[in-house]
């Protein structure tokens, strides 16, 4: 092979690049691409409790996961090195997120709290909480990176600008009586919107800008029941901080396809919605899991939903047809992130069994 001349060489090192390989080749059919195969590359150990979140660095060379251990542990993908520990939150992280430029990492857990770190240095560089604020679950970021919205055991939803860590906006639904949590935030492929999912399974959809209104109101996963009284709806408990009645329905999981034309949400009851958009018509329900789905990634070609659930399995769906074609169940306990590389081409899993594993679709490399 020819030496690099230093700018070659710098096109490669730069952690925004993409591959030298990815440029000019044609676009991957990611159907064909896991359904052709998936391979276990690596599992990464060192979280001594089950791991909630993970989540691939934007130049597809690390890898960051946050768990029940209260750390955030970040991941050489080559070598399933670990790099660093990050620590400072005080209870379970629940999500990890990287911006688009890869310069912040940010953290959401039951300590009430967001950071946003320096993943290069470790620093801590943000803290984002507000007075009355319970167990943050769920983050998303909008997709140019700018704003960062969070779903927690609240019945609001915060959205804050990640470069100056200001609150922005506090999104709350007219029905000033519902009190149920919006536990689960995704935001829309062109960041307009944002859907979020309650704990009894209805989902909302919301204009983010500029007016912070709540458009539409599904019923979404929720059943009403025969009697509809507050013992079956399920209500919160402040002595124990637990429930009287657990919530059947609770969203688990929401994902935009990339081509907006879908909204797909999971759900305790077990059972994947799809959701035709803009107007959140439902398209169909996909069942398999035999445990509350917990987590999606869609394929950027919009063809395949991979889901994640208690289950302990990992289960890759063709959305033209709502067929599940691959069933994975090689962690022992359930599984409750994954994320697809930049490239689509690889897929991390975190799990309750206190692994991150690393997977590669496409046919068996021939020997």
Sequence with gaps: MADLTASELALILS??????????????????????????????RGHSHGVWSVAFAPNGLTLASGGADRLVRLWDI?????????????????????TPDGQTLATASEDRTIRLWNPTTGESKKLLFTRYDHN???LSLSPDGLMLARGSHNKDIK????????????????????????VCVAFSPDGMHLASGMDIGKIKLWEVLPSGEEKIVHNGHWKEPEEDTSETRGYFVD?????????DYWIGAMAFTPDAKLLITGSRDQT?????????AEQRTLKGHTGWVRSFAVTADSKVLISAGDDSTIRFWDLSNGRCFR?????????????LSPDGMKLASASWDRTVKLWEGGAEPQE
Aim: proline share 5%; charged share 20%.
């Design 239 to 247: 002595d124990d901080g637990g429930f009287q009645k657990v919530m």
């Design 327 to 339: 069933t994975i169940k090689a962690h022992s306990a359930a599984v409750r992130g994954i994320a």
């Design 78 to 98: 080559e070598t399933g090195r670990l790099l660093r520990s990050l620590r400072g939150h005080t209870a379970d992280v629940r999500s990890v997120l990287f």
């Design 272 to 280: 994947i919605k799809l959701f035709d958009m803009p107007h959140m």
């Design 159 to 182: 959205i804050w600008e990640v470069a100056t860590g200001t609150e922005l906006m506090t999104l709350l639904g007219k029905d000033q009586y519902d009190h149920h949590w919006s």
């Design 136 to 138: 943050v679950v769920s």
């Design 15 to 44: 952690p925004l690049s993409p591959s030298p390989l990815q440029t000019g080749t044609a676009p991957v059919d990611f159907l064909k691409y896991w359904a052709a195969g998936a391979r276990e590359l690596t599992t990464f």
